[in-house]
C-alpha cells in the first residue's frame, strides 16, 4: 500500500504543528516534514521539538513518511528572497560543501528520532552558484563533488538506519532520470536511492511511470503534483497535465510500498485548498 502523505513546505505561514494539524484534517495518514525555516531547521530544532513533534504526529494519526532537507534557506540570515539550494554538495566554497555535509547529517538525525524512513536530498543547482558570484565549474567538476559529499552523506545515514532519496529537478546539476540512474549506478549503496517527483521528471522530458520503472527498487520517495506545459510550476492535481493513474500502475509494477507525497509549496498562501483538493483527486489512487 502506498501512503498518501502531504508536504508541510506549503504551509510555511503556520507554525509547524498548525501545519500537521492542518494536514490530518484534510484527511492524509502521512507528513513529510520540511527540515527547513521556517519549520525544523535542522541546526537549530532541539531535541525536545523533535519529541514533541513525534508525540503530535502519534495523536494526529500521521506518519512521517520523510524530512525533507532539499533546500537550507535557514543557512542564511536574513533569509533570501528567493528559493535557492546553496550551500550545496558541489558549491566551489568548501566551508558551503561542509556546512551542507553537516546539515544533511543534522536532518538525518532528525529522521531517526521522528521515525521517519527517508531523507530527501538533491545536489545543488548551478545557477545558484553563480548567484553567489562564484564561477561555475565544468560539470564534471561538479559531479565529482557531488559524488564526495554523498560518501560522507550515506555514511551518516547508515549509522542512522536512514535511507536517502536524491531528488532531480530541472535546473539542477541532476536533472533527468538518466541522471540520477548514473549516479545512483556509481555509487551503488543501498542506502541511496531516487525521490521521484514526478513534476520535475515531466518537466525534464521523461515520462513518469517510465522513470518509475527505470528506477525500480532504487526509488525511495515520491512527490507529486500536476504540471501544465511542461512549466516547472506545481498544480494541484488535475489542474495540469500528468497522467497519475499510469504512475500509480507503474508503483505497482515495481511493488512499491512507501510514500507518496503532495509537494505545493507554490501554493503558500492558501495551503488549506491546496491539501483538500489534492486529496479529493488523488485519495482513490494513493491509498
Known amino acids: 500500500m502506498v ?15 498548525d ?12 507528513v513529510e516534514i520540511l527540515a527547513d525555516a521556517p519549520h525544523a531547521y535542522p541546526e537549530t530544532y532541539s531535541d525536545h521539538e523533535a519529541k ?17 532537507a532539499n533546500t537550507a534557506m535557514g543557512y542564511f540570515k536574513p533569509l533570501p528572497t528567493s528559493l535557492t539550494f546553496e550551500p550545496s554538495l558541489i ?13 544533511y547529517r543534522h536532518a538525518i538525525a ?32 561538479l ?22 532519496a536524491l531528488e532531480p529537478e530541472p535546473g539542477m546539476l541532476i536533472e533527468t532520470t538518466a541522471q540520477v540512474k548514473s549516479i545512483l549506478d556509481e555509487v551503488d549503496h543501498p542506502r541511496l536511492g531516487a525521490n521521484v517527483d514526478i513534476g520535475h521528471a515531466w518537466c525534464a522530458g521523461d515520462d513518469p511511470a517510465e522513470s518509475i520503472r527505470i528506477l525500480g527498487p ?15 510550476y506545481h498544480l494541484i492535481p488535475g489542474l495540469g497535465e500528468i497522467d497519475f493513474a499510469s504512475v500509480r500502475r507503474a508503483l505497482d509494477e515495481i511493488g512499491y510500498a512507501g510514500a507518496a507525497a503532495v509537494e505545493l ?19 482513490g489512487l494513493f491509498s
Open 143 to 164: 559531479r565529482e563533488r557531488l559524488l564526495e559529499g554523498l560518501e560522507h552523506v550515506i555514511r551518516a545515514a547508515d549509522l542512522a538506519g536512514v535511507d536517502l
Open 3 to 17: 501512503t498518501l502523505a502531504f508536504s508541510t513546505n506549503a504551509y510555511t505561514k503556520f507554525a509547524l504543528t
Open 52 to 68: 514533541r513533534l513525534k508525540e503530535r504526529l502519534a495523536s494526529l494519526g500521521l506518519a512521517p513518511v520523510a524530512v525533507n
Open 91 to 103: 558549491s566551489p566554497n568548501e566551508v558551503h560543501r561542509e556546512d551542507r555535509i553537516a546539515l
Open 265 to 283: 509549496y507554490t501554493y503558500a498562501d492558501e495551503p488549506d485548498r491546496a491539501a483538500q483538493e489534492s486529496f479529493r483527486a488523488l485519495a
Open 19 to 30: 501545519a500537521c494539524d492542518r494536514i490530518a484534517a484534510a484527511g492524509y495518514k502521512g
Open 110 to 141: 532528525l529522521a531517526n528520532k521522528l521515525g521517519a524512513p527517508v531523507v530527501t536530498i538533491t545536489g545543488g543547482r548551478p545557477g545558484d552558484i553563480a548567484a553567489l558570484g562564484y564561477t561555475v565549474d565544468p560539470p564534471d567538476v
Open 218 to 232: 532504487r526509488v525511495k520517495h515520491l512527490h507529486l503534483e500536476d504540471i501544465k506545459d511542461r512549466r516547472h
